[in-house]
């Protein structure tokens, strides 16, 4: 079993930056994929990005590449999302999630992924 508690949302304007952390414990999670997800009212859950834990090799959706960065820090168990010139339309709940079973290479299905934080709202004002 793995447990996941996000923190770090809030409300910001539009070219600003946020960090979310996601703290992980539980058993081994040294072979996971950590992902984060967002979504948006009346919108589907969105894959944001996603980093494999055991060498950091990472994935991105198109829609924020160059923008945020995820990455992880062993020592403290944790995943971060930075997310540098936020724009109104990354307004969502964002969900830290978690899996074996999901390829870095694929790894954006929210079905793949069993682990799932109670999120984080961030709201972006214009």
């Known amino acids: 079993q793995v447990q996941l508690v996000e923190s770090g949302g809030g409300l910001v304007q539009a070219g600003d930056s946020l960090r979310l952390s996601c703290a992980v414990s539980?058993?081994?999670?040294?072979?996971?994929?950590m992902a984060w997800f967002r979504q948006a009212p009346g919108k589907e859950r969105e894959f944001v990005a996603a980093?494999?834990?055991?060498?950091?090799?990472?994935y991105y959706a198109d829609s924020v590449k160059g923008r945020f960065t995820i990455s992880r820090d062993n020592a403290k168990n944790t995943v971060f999302l930075q997310m540098n010139n936020l724009k109104p339309e990354d307004t969502a709940v964002y969900y830290c999630a978690a899996s074996q079973g999901v390829s870095i290479a694929q790894p954006m299905g929210a079905r793949g992924y069993p682990y799932w934080g109670q999120g984080t709202q961030v709201t972006v004002s214009s």
């Open positions: 980093v494999r834990w055991s060498d950091g090799r990472t």
């Open positions: 539980g058993r081994s999670f040294s072979r996971y994929v």
